[in-house]
């Protein structure tokens, strides 16, 4: 049978010698699917210690989304303090992670939401600002820059906004290319890279930790220290591994903010 699901949390049962983990030690980790169950093996090089200030369900949260957000916006964005990054889709889990990452980091942050409802959730993940990505966002952004643009660009939604967040960057400016939750994949003109010196970045989290040793440990490390400053992702909603279904089909339809775990 096929179990769904990644991202797991909780206490382990046995783990090799010399792995550096211990029977009853809360940790959290990638899974190669199967993370939808009680009990689940997970490779050794894919787990973490969980932070004593979190606790599963937040621990949980940090894996995928922080972890691919923290590479995005230090590696492959060269994020630098008092830049400005401009997040499309900030209201779901990766636009989440990379508000408050992006401001743990020292950016100005410029929060897009698709859903008025979103508005307060992403303002209490300490964004600058919250606009709705309606028709004329790239003139209310560039608006809130001055007419400068904005350093980075976060994009987890690709779809129809591409073409006006590269129009929205400045010059030197880097869009982050995270995924296709519209749908659609865009395509580039070269030409805008070009003539204004922006640059389009791929971001592919998995792909780096497979073919880069020690990269997990690495970020999680660097997400610790985030923790122990402070950096806490919001509450997600909970459902009970039993309602796997219901939990699949609230995300679909869009009901979710930030993200959603399953507990036994």
Not at 116 to 145: C, I, N, R, Y
Request: hydrophobic share 50%; net charge negative.
């Amino acid at each position: 049978p096929f179990i769904p699901g990644l991202e797991v949390a909780g206490t382990v049962r046995s783990a090799p010698d010399g792995s550096g983990f211990v029977a009853g030690q809360r940790v959290s980790g990638f899974s190669l699917l199967g993370a939808w169950a009680e009990r689940v093996a997970v490779p050794v090089q894919s787990v973490v210690p969980t932070s004593d200030a979190l606790d599963d369900a937040s621990a949980v949260c940090l894996l995928g989304n922080y972890y691919t957000m923290h590479f995005a916006l230090q590696r492959r964005g060269a994020l630098q303090p008092g830049e400005t990054v401009l997040v499309l889709g900030s209201g779901g889990g990766v636009g989440t992670a990379a508000v408050q990452i992006a401001k743990a980091l020292g950016a100005k942050v410029i929060a897009m939401v698709h859903r008025p409802s979103a508005v307060e959730f992403v303002e209490s993940l300490g964004a600058d600002v919250v606009l709705p990505l309606t028709d004329g966002w790239l003139d209310a952004v560039k608006q809130e820059t001055g007419g400068r643009g904005v350093d980075l660009v976060v994009d987890p939604i690709g779809g129809a906004a591409f073409d006006d967040a590269i129009r929205a960057m400045a010059t030197e400016g880097r869009l982050l290319v995270i995924g296709f939750a519209a749908g659609g994949i865009p395509t580039v003109k070269v030409n805008r890279l070009l003539l204004r010196n922006v640059s389009v970045v791929g971001v592919g989290w998995g792909e780096f930790v497979n073919r880069t040793p020690g990269a997990q440990a690495q970020v999680g490390a660097a997400l610790a220290a985030l923790v122990d400053g402070g950096l806490r992702p919001p509450a997600p909603v909970h459902f009970p591994l039993s309602d796997g279904v219901a939990a699949l089909q609230a995300f679909a339809d869009g009901e979710i903010n930030g993200k959603l775990v399953l507990a036994p």
